[in-house]
């Protein structure tokens, strides 16, 4: 075993020996070898190609079920103009988080991800505390992020249900809180399957991702007809129903359903354990994914600004989701549940009353699957490094499906206990808002620390910004600050108990645990991602590795 000394990182020389290294192909001990080098041992099967990786981060991303649950923001925060513009200029800004992020990822490729970063990158005097911050943040928005796909899964499923019987029968809150409980159930079951069910699962959910994007946008422009807005107004028409008086206030509330939609993205980085070649994967699924989802959002939401002939008509239905009445008013009735079902998910005949529903393809399903394994693993791996309640169960590895079962049921219980919100009219926006709150602190942790503690010491992977990698970095930090402030604010002026932003709750609520468990007790004891090899190995990177090598 040899120490060196590396651009201000101590790293421990690991040598990899044994017959079980024999039967390893060679990327898979390439990987092996550099996770050891970052302080773990490999756990996983390594599943997942590059293809899968992008289709896993693109699951997640998923543009079609983004923009149709979130339709609603753009259609108060500004009607045509508010969906046309708002999405791009987002987009430009968290482009630039994902890039930080995809080159952090490309030289520390290991499942502890954000929060390693943040620790490797930090100095050393605040190193176990922003790898606290950013656990804790990241966790917090990867359970929330579960509970809101899946919440608007059942608004999917629900409105499918109002659009097929013609009004008839319109749930409630008890009844949406049963199919939300019944879907959380049935992930839990499906996601602790092995990871080669789950890689394969996320080529098809990208599949049904592009196939439903694309159809929706081609119906949505082809079919409009006589419904079909003018370009001026597709593209100019302003009309503030939020009642905020300050129209900017109220344009820049539609920048929440881009950037909810642009979650999730760092489910490339917490898999890379899981795939083969990660150093090159992960970073490509990262940059790859969001920018495909970037432009088939904005692409979704030109269509269905066209689509909307009257903004006022469609904020007075009673449906759940107002973007399945532009689907009955330019599809019909037959066409719109089709393509609306598609996006949905049932995967047998639920209900018959006017209407089967059967054979509901996946889209947002799927979609709740995927994040279900991202959070499954961000939790395995800080309770890996013994950084949450219980760790010694959700750090476990099953037998026989060589995944963190244990940590998937957990992340389900979290997030059925934050459905409880379901019987708040601003459910779906207070579950949307702490996801970003959460996930998007703990994105720009880590580059926060690389640009000011950590500017000498990261080792580029095979993806590097070089020296653009400081003004991105400080562009998407920036961005965030001025997000988070804008998601604690109710989505309307007049808010009341019903109506009420209450992600500021579930927010505060962890902030407070997470704070109050650090200065009574976790500074005495937690120093960061803990190494799980017989030797001591304090960090490398990818460009360490193929250094000493």
């Known amino acids: 075993?040899?120490?060196?000394?590396?651009?201000?990182?101590?790293?421990?020389?690991?040598?990899?020996?044994?017959?079980?290294?024999?039967?390893?192909?060679?990327?898979?001990?390439?990987?092996?070898?550099?996770?050891?080098?970052?302080?773990?041992?490999?756990?996983?099967?390594?599943?997942?190609?590059?293809?899968?990786?992008?289709?896993?981060?693109?699951?997640?991303?998923?543009?079609?079920?983004?923009?149709?649950?979130?339709?609603?923001?753009?259609?108060?925060?500004?009607?045509?103009?508010?969906?046309?513009?708002?999405?791009?200029?987002?987009?430009?800004?968290?482009?630039?988080?994902?890039?930080?992020?995809?080159?952090?990822?490309?030289?520390?490729?290991?499942?502890?991800?954000?929060?390693?970063?943040?620790?490797?990158?930090?100095?050393?005097?605040?190193?176990?505390?922003?790898?606290?911050?950013?656990?804790?943040?990241?966790?917090?928005?990867?359970?929330?992020?579960?509970?809101?796909i899946n919440f608007s899964?059942?608004?999917?499923?629900?409105?499918?249900?109002?659009?097929?019987?013609?009004?008839?029968?319109?749930?409630?809150?008890?009844?949406?809180?049963?199919?939300?409980?019944?879907?959380?159930?049935?992930?839990?079951?499906?996601?602790s399957a092995g990871t080669r069910?789950?890689?394969?699962?996320?080529?098809?959910?990208m599949v049904l991702i592009l196939t439903t994007s694309i159809g929706a946008i081609v119906s949505l422009l082809a079919c409009a007809g006589d419904q079909r807005a003018s370009s001026a107004d597709a593209w100019t028409k302003f009309e503030n129903n939020t009642g905020w008086t300050n129209n900017v206030w109220a344009f820049i509330l539609a920048f929440t359903s881009p950037m909810w939609s642009l979650t999730g993205y760092d489910s490339a980085a917490h898999i890379a354990e899981e795939t083969a070649g990660a150093a090159r994967a992960a970073p490509i699924a990262i940059l790859v994914g969001v920018a495909a989802t970037e432009i088939l959002g904005w692409l979704y939401y030109i269509a269905a600004s066209y689509a909307t002939n009257s903004v006022t008509d469609i904020l007075q239905s009673k449906l759940a989701l107002p973007l399945g009445q532009v689907f009955l008013n330019v599809l019909g009735k037959k066409g719109a549940l089709t393509l609306w079902c598609s996006i949905a998910v049932l995967q047998e005949s639920a209900f018959q009353k006017k209407i089967t529903l059967r054979y509901l393809t996946s889209g947002q399903y799927l979609c709740g699957c995927s994040q279900t394994v991202d959070a499954s693993r961000v939790i395995f791996a800080f309770s890996r490094d013994n950084a949450l309640p219980g760790s010694r169960w959700w750090k476990r590895i099953n037998h026989t499906t060589q995944t963190p079962v244990n940590a998937v049921w957990f992340a389900i219980v979290l997030s059925a206990i934050c459905g409880i919100l379901v019987f708040s009219t601003a459910a779906f926006n207070s579950l949307a808002s702490a996801s970003v709150i959460g996930l998007y602190i703990s994105y720009v942790t880590p580059i926060y620390c690389r640009v000011t503690w950590g500017k000498d010491k990261l080792q580029p992977g095979p993806f590097?910004?070089?020296?653009?990698?400081?003004?991105?970095?400080?562009?998407?930090?920036?961005?965030?600050?001025?997000?988070?402030?804008?998601?604690?604010?109710?989505?309307?002026?007049?808010?009341?108990?019903?109506?009420?932003?209450?992600?500021?709750?579930?927010?505060?609520?962890?902030?407070?645990?997470?704070?109050?468990?650090?200065?009574?007790?976790?500074?005495h004891w937690f120093t960061g991602p803990i190494p799980n090899i017989d030797v001591q190995s304090d960090s490398s990177s990818y460009s360490e590795k193929h250094t000493t090598e």
């Open 1 to 148: 075993m040899v120490k060196l000394k590396a651009a201000g990182i101590v790293t421990e020389s690991v040598s990899v020996t044994g017959s079980s290294q024999d039967d390893v192909p060679p990327v898979h001990r390439e990987d092996n070898n550099l996770l050891r080098k970052l302080g773990y041992k490999s756990e996983f099967k390594r599943e997942f190609s590059l293809l899968e990786t992008i289709s896993f981060s693109m699951a997640i991303l998923a543009a079609s079920c983004g923009v149709t649950t979130g339709y609603s923001y753009p259609l108060l925060s500004g009607g045509h103009f508010a969906m046309v513009w708002a999405w791009p200029i987002a987009c430009i800004f968290v482009m630039c988080v994902a890039a930080s992020m995809a080159e952090l990822a490309s030289s520390m490729p290991t499942s502890a991800g954000l929060y390693y970063f943040s620790a490797k990158m930090a100095s050393k005097e605040h190193s176990a505390l922003a790898s606290w911050i950013t656990g804790w943040s990241n966790i917090t928005g990867q359970v929330t992020l579960i509970c809101s």
């Open 153 to 191: 899964c059942t608004e999917l499923i629900t409105t499918a249900i109002a659009m097929g019987t013609d009004g008839a029968v319109v749930l409630g809150s008890g009844a949406t809180f049963g199919i939300l409980t019944a879907i959380h159930l049935t992930q839990a079951i499906f996601c």
């Open 197 to 205: 069910l789950l890689a394969r699962m996320t080529v098809v959910t």
């Open 464 to 523: 590097n910004l070089g020296w653009w990698s400081f003004p991105i970095g400080w562009i998407g930090i920036v961005w965030v600050v001025f997000m988070v402030v804008m998601l604690l604010f109710p989505y309307t002026q007049t808010a009341n108990v019903q109506t009420m932003n209450y992600s500021i709750v579930i927010v505060m609520a962890v902030f407070v645990f997470a704070g109050g468990s650090w200065i009574f007790s976790a500074r």
